[in-house]
């Protein structure tokens, strides 16, 4: 992670990921501020080297591995979180029950995590873009699975979602 100054364009490092004794590995996603603390998600390390939520504190550069995904409850976040009232939400491309990635939530304050849906071939896989509210729903996309199509199999062509969080 780095630290820009956009007056001067000077840049810092102010953590690099070990991807070892439990570190995440690889983010992709945005950050995200949250009471002053960032959180974001990394696509693999952490204690089964399936990816990570994290968050790091801007204020005594320290970084502190949050959850640790398992295959179970999904499987190498790519797409960053969103914050609904300190409940954090975010998509898996993969694991969960049917292999094909699922949507949690991670509660900032206690830091209880939880497995929201996993997605099946038919209701899209592989979500890996970032989950936006709107309405009181989330809404999100797949970039494969799908609708049976008119030849009769599974369109394979992805979807778009929501979710009442």
């Known amino acids: 992670m780095f630290a820009l100054n956009p007056a001067t364009g000077a840049e810092t490092v102010v953590y690099s990921f070990k991807h070892s004794g439990g570190d995440g590995a690889t983010p992709r996603g945005n950050l995200i501020d949250v009471g002053g603390t960032l959180y974001g998600t990394t696509e693999g390390g952490g204690t089964n080297n399936q990816g990570t939520i994290f968050s790091f504190d801007p204020a005594t550069n320290t970084?502190?591995?949050?959850?640790?995904?398992?295959?179970?409850?999904?499987?190498?976040?790519?797409?960053?979180?969103?914050?609904?009232?300190?409940?954090?939400?975010?998509?898996?491309?993969?694991?969960?029950?049917h292999g094909d990635g699922t949507v949690f939530s991670m509660n900032a304050v206690t830091g209880a995590t939880a497995t929201l849906h996993a997605f099946s071939a038919s209701d899209g896989a592989y979500s890996v873009a970032n989950l936006l509210s709107c309405a009181g729903n989330l809404y999100g996309?797949?970039?494969?699975?799908?609708?049976?199509?008119?030849?009769?199999?599974?369109?394979?062509?992805?979807?778009?979602?929501?979710?009442?969080?």
């Open 63 to 97: 970084e502190a591995i949050l959850h640790a995904f398992n295959m179970t409850d999904g499987a190498s976040p790519w797409a960053g979180l969103i914050n609904i009232g300190r409940q954090l939400y975010g998509t898996n491309p993969s694991g969960g029950r």
């Open 141 to 165: 996309t797949a970039n494969q699975g799908g609708n049976s199509s008119s030849e009769g199999g599974t369109s394979n062509n992805g979807t778009v979602f929501t979710y009442p969080p």
